[in-house]
C-alpha cells in the first residue's frame, strides 16, 4: 500500500514514526471558545489567498493617469495607477471585486478573531506559566496585525487611506530629537514622497505576512509542544490533557471550521460592500473626507487622538508635539503593560507555578476586574473615534459629546471594574458554599397520631445529591 | 442511511452544485453577489459536511487522555553540564581576547555601515519643513489653475488656494477665506496681509495634518473633519477647539493692479502639526 511504502520511505531517512504516531495521537481539549485561536488563523490563511491574487494586478506607483475604466462618473478624471489599478480591480477584474472584499473582511475577522482569542486567554489565565511566550508572540501578532492592516488600507491611494496615512506621518513627526529625520526615512521625504506605495506594498506583501508566518509558526510550534490548556472536569487533572486526538477527528472538524470561514468570509466579500473606493474618489492632499472612520482596530487610537487635550510643551527652544503622547507613548504603555501583564501577575500573586488548568473568570477576580474595565476603556475610546457620526446619530454637539465621554472614559472601566470584581467573588463564594437543594421528605401521620417521616418518592437520587 | 450520515451528503452535494454553478456564472461574465453567494454554499458545504462527519459518525475515536510531557524533565546534573557546556565555549572564545575584540570591533563596524543605506532612504529635512512653494508675488490660483481676483469670493464663503504652477501641492494648500473687512482682529502687522477682509491661512491642520474642510460661516470657524480642531477665522486661526495646539499659519497676501491675489511672502510660521525643531 502506498501509505505504507511512504511511512517506510520517511522513517528510513528521519526514523520519524514513532514522532509520527505520537502526532496522530495529539490531543485537542474541546471548548467552544478554544476556537478563536483556530478562527484567526483561518482568516490569515484566506487573507494570504486572495492577497496573492489581488497582488497580481495591483500597481504601487502614484504616478498618474487619466481614469477611462467603466465607471462613468469617474471618466477622465487625473488618478494614481495604484488607485487606477484599484478600481481595475473592484470593476474589471472578473472576481476581482469578491477577492478584494473578502480580502477586506478576512483582515477585520483576523483582527476581531485575535483580539477575541485575547480576551478569552486573558479571562482564562491561560497565559500562565508556562505559556508566557505563546501569549508574548500573540500581543507581537496583535502589533503586527495592526500594522498589516494600515499599510493594506492605504494601498489602494484613495482619499480615506491617504488621510490615515498623513496622521500617522505627523505622529511620527511629534517624536522628541528624532521624529523629523525618522518620518523622512520611513515616508522617503516630506508627505506624500512618491517613495511611499512603493514601500507600503513591500511592507503589507512581504515584510509583516513573512514576520506573521514566523511568529504563527511558533505560536503553533508551542501549542503542540507544551499543550493545550483545558477546564478541569471529569477524569482530567493538571498533568494529563484529555481530548479529541488529531488524526483523523480533530483534523477533519478544524479543516471543516477552516471551510465554513472561508464559506462566510467570502460571502460577506460577494454580498456585502466594504470600502467602495469608487466613492471615495483618489488621493488628494488638500480634500479628506468626512465623516473619516478607520477601521475597527485602528477606532481606539482614533478615539484618544480626538479626545487628548491640547497639551504641547517646549524646552530649550524645542517642541514636544500634542501628537506625541496619545499617538505614541499613551499605546506604548498599553501595549507594554499587555505584552508583561503575565509576569506583573505572577508578581503580585508570588506564583511561580506551572498552570495547565485554564481559570474561569471568577477565579481570579481582581484580573477579572481589570479586563472588564480594559474592555470599557477601549469601547469608550473607540466610540470617541466616530464622536461625529455618533453626535450626528444622538443630534447632540460633539463638543458636548466629547465631555461626557472624558468624564465616562474614566468613571466607566472603575465602575466595571469594581463590578465584575464583586460579581466574581459572589461567584466564587456561592461555588464553594452551594446551597443545597433542600430533600424533601413525606410526613405521615400513623395509627398512634405521631408522624413518620420517609424520603419523597419523586426524588430521584440525583437532584438530591446536586448542590 | 443515518439521519447525519444524510445531512453530511446533502452538504457536499450542495458544495459540488454551487460550485458548478460558479463556473457557470463566471463564463458569463461574473457578478460579485452571485459569486458571494455561491463560494459560500460551496466552501460552506465543505465545512459543514466535514464538521458534522468528525462529530457525529466518528463513534470509534473517543476523548483520550495524554500526559502533558513527553520528555523527562531535565536532573540537575543535566542542567549543570548545560551550562558549563554553553560557559566553556564562550571562555574559549574569549580566550583570545585580542581576536575577540577585533570581532567585537568588526561587528560594532559593520552596524555603523548599516547605518549607510538607512541614510538613503529618505532625504534630509533641513529646512524642508519651515518653507512651502509660496513666494512673494506668487499669484494664488484654484484647484483648476484660474488665477483668483478680488471678486472671486462673496463675503462668508471659501475656497482653497494654491501658489500659481503649483496646484495640488501638499504643504502649499491655503484656504482663502472672505469675511467683511472690519470683522478681522488681526495684530496690525498682520491685518495689512488681509486686504478687503480676504484672509489665508494654511489648509493644514496644526494638529495631524489633515486638510481643513469644514467652513462654518455663521460662527467664522475653520473645523478639521479628522479630530474636530476648531479655528477662529477672525482671531488669527487661533485654535478655540479641540486638540489642535497652535493657530493656522497665515499667508501674507495684497491685491495687484489688475485685481488679482498675490502672496507677499510665505507663511508666518511652519504649517502643519508640530515638531521638534519647530515652533
Known amino acids: 500500500m502506498i501509505v505504507r511504502r511512504l511511512i517506510d520511505g520517511v522513517d528510513d531517512r528521519l526514523d520519524s514514526t514513532s514522532f509520527l504516531r505520537r502526532s496522530l495521537h495529539k490531543v485537542f481539549p474541546d471548548h467552544w471558545s478554544f476556537m478563536l485561536g483556530e478562527l484567526t488563523l483561518y482568516s490569515f490563511v484566506l487573507l494570504l489567498l486572495t492577497g496573492t491574487f489581488l497582488s497580481m494586478f495591483y500597481v504601487a506607483s502614484p504616478e498618474t493617469t487619466t481614469y477611462t475604466g467603466p465607471y462613468a462618473p469617474m471618466a477622465g478624471r487625473t488618478v494614481s495607477l495604484a488607485y487606477d489599478s484599484v478600481m481595475r480591480i473592484s470593476l474589471e477584474v472578473r472576481a476581482g471585486l469578491v477577492m478584494r472584499q473578502t480580502h477586506h473582511w478576512s483582515a477585520l475577522m483576523f483582527m476581531a478573531a485575535m483580539v477575541a482569542h485575547l480576551v478569552r486567554v486573558f479571562f482564562t489565565g491561560a497565559f500562565r506559566k508556562p505559556r508566557e511566550m505563546s501569549w508574548l508572540i500573540g500581543v507581537t501578532m496583535l502589533v503586527s496585525g495592526i500594522g498589516a492592516g494600515f499599510t493594506g488600507y492605504s494601498l489602494p491611494d484613495d482619499l480615506l487611506s491617504g488621510t490615515g496615512l498623513r496622521i500617522i506621518y505627523s505622529a511620527v513627526l511629534s517624536i522628541p530629537l528624532i521624529g523629523t529625520w525618522l518620518a523622512y526615512l520611513f515616508f522617503g521625504g516630506e508627505f506624500p514622497a512618491p517613495e511611499l506605495l512603493p514601500r507600503l506594498f513591500v511592507m503589507h506583501v512581504l515584510f509583516i505576512p513573512a514576520l506573521l508566518v514566523g511568529l504563527l509558526s511558533a505560536h503553533l510550534a508551542l501549542v503542540w509542544r507544551q499543550t493545550h490548556t483545558q477546564f478541569p472536569g471529569p477524569g482530567t487533572t493538571e498533568e494529563t490533557v484529555t481530548g479529541t486526538p488529531v488524526w483523523p477527528k480533530f483534523a477533519l472538524k478544524a479543516i471543516g471550521l477552516a471551510f465554513v470561514t472561508f464559506g462566510v468570509l467570502t460571502m460577506l466579500g460577494g454580498l456585502v460592500q466594504i470600502n467602495p473606493i469608487w466613492l471615495y474618489g483618489p488621493f488628494q492632499p488638500y480634500n479628506a473626507p468626512s465623516p473619516a472612520q478607520p477601521d475597527f482596530y485602528a477606532g481606539w487610537l482614533e478615539g484618544l487622538l480626538r479626545l487628548w487635550p491640547n497639551w504641547e510643551f517646549h524646552l530649550f527652544g524645542h517642541t514636544i508635539g500634542e501628537l506625541f503622547l496619545p499617538a505614541v507613548v499613551v499605546p506604548g504603555i498599553i501595549f507594554t503593560v499587555l505584552a508583561i501583564w503575565p509576569f506583573l501577575e505572577a508578581r503580585a500573586k508570588r506564583d511561580t507555578a506551572t498552570h495547565h488548568y485554564a481559570q474561569r473568570p471568577r477565579e481570579a477576580p481582581v484580573r477579572s476586574a481589570f479586563g472588564a474595565g480594559g474592555i470599557a476603556f477601549f469601547v469608550l475610546l473607540m466610540l470617541a473615534g466616530s464622536n461625529d457620526v455618533l453626535a450626528k446619530f444622538l443630534q447632540v454637539e460633539v463638543d458636548t459629546l466629547n465631555t461626557v465621554l472624558k468624564v465616562l472614559l474614566f468613571v466607566v472601566p472603575v465602575i466595571a471594574g469594581v463590578l465584575t470584581w464583586r460579581i466574581c467573588r459572589d461567584l466564587r463564594a456561592r461555588d464553594e458554599r452551594p446551597i443545597k437543594t433542600p430533600s424533601r421528605v413525606v410526613f405521615r401521620r400513623n395509627a398512634a397520631g405521631g408522624f413518620d417521616e420517609e424520603p419523597d418518592p419523586s426524588t430521584t437520587d440525583h437532584e438530591r445529591t446536586s448542590p | ?279
Open chain 2, 1 to 279: 442511511m443515518k439521519r447525519a450520515e444524510r445531512l453530511v451528503a446533502i452538504a457536499f452535494v450542495v458544495a459540488i452544485v454551487a460550485a458548478l454553478a460558479l463556473f457557470v456564472v463566471y463564463i458569463r461574465g461574473g457578478n460579485a453577489q452571485a459569486e458571494g453567494a455561491l463560494l459560500f454554499l460551496a466552501l460552506g458545504g465543505v465545512g459543514v459536511g466535514m464538521t458534522v462527519w468528525a462529530t457525529r459518525l466518528m463513534p470509534r475515536f473517543r476523548d483520550e487522555t495524554h500526559p502533558r510531557r513527553h520528555d523527562e524533565p531535565a536532573t540537575q546534573q543535566e542542567m549543570d553540564a548545560a551550562v558549563d557546556d554553553m560557559g566553556s565555549g564562550v571562555e574559549e572564545i574569549r580566550r583570545r581576547r585580542f581576536l575577540s575584540r577585533l570581532l567585537a570591533g568588526a561587528a560594532g563596524a559593520l552596524g555603523l555601515a548599516a547605518l549607510i543605506p538607512i541614510r538613503s532612504l529618505g532625504s534630509a529635512p533641513g529646512s524642508s519643513l519651515f518653507t512651502t512653494q509660496w513666494t512673494e508675488g506668487a499669484r494664488l490660483v484654484l484647484d483648476d489653475g484660474s488665477p483668483v481676483t478680488r471678486d472671486t469670493l462673496e463675503v462668508g464663503s471659501f475656497t482653497t488656494v494654491f501658489p500659481e504652477g503649483f496646484v495640488g501641492s501638499a504643504d502649499s494648500q491655503a484656504v482663502l477665506i472672505r469675511v467683511e473687512p472690519g470683522q478681522l482682529q488681526l495684530p496690525p502687522d498682520r491685518l495689512a496681509d488681509a486686504p478687503e477682509g480676504l484672509v489665508v491661512y494654511s489648509k493644514i491642520c496644526t494638529h495631524a495634518g489633515c486638510p481643513l474642510g469644514l467652513y462654518l460661516a455663521e460662527t467664522h470657524e475653520l473645523r478639521c473633519p479628522c479630530h474636530q480642531s476648531t479655528f477662529d477665522v477672525l482671531d488669527g486661526a487661533e485654535p478655540v477647539y479641540g486638540p489642535a495646539p497652535r493657530p493656522l499659519p497665515q499667508l501674507p497676501i495684497e491685491i495687484d493692479a489688475d485685481g488679482g491675489l498675490r502672496a507677499t511672502g510665505d507663511f508666518t510660521a511652519p504649517v502643519g502639526p508640530s515638531f521638534w525643531d519647530g515652533p
